[in-house]
């Protein structure tokens, strides 16, 4: 449901459907919005709204129409009618190390604390 609606949204908005980015940016904002819900840690829950978000708003308002013709040109090229993959998985990917490294000074806080 989230896919169709985003979809509908780029439609509209970018004047394609944009599937790609899509597909890759609903299924792990929703992951990990869950195993933050389920597992009561709001870390994972904002990982998952802010990824979704910039996922978005890069490709509303930074990605530029894709001439393949000569290949795409950089990493925020997306073709109106797939998008771009590669988007939402840059973004995902720097969430999540983000979000690994605050964890990571949680922990060292913990075990200097005791």
Known sequence: ???LLLIGLYTLLKGGPHVM??????PPAGLLFAIGRVYDLPRYRWAGVV???LSVGLELFATTPAVYLNGPRN???ASPLWGS???PMAVFAVVLACSGLVALGRLWRQRDGD
């Open 1 to 3: 449901m989230g896919i």
């Open 21 to 26: 980015s899509a597909v890759f940016a609903v």
């Open 51 to 53: 990824g979704l978000g």
């Open 75 to 77: 990493l925020l090229d």
């Open 85 to 87: 993959a590669a988007v």
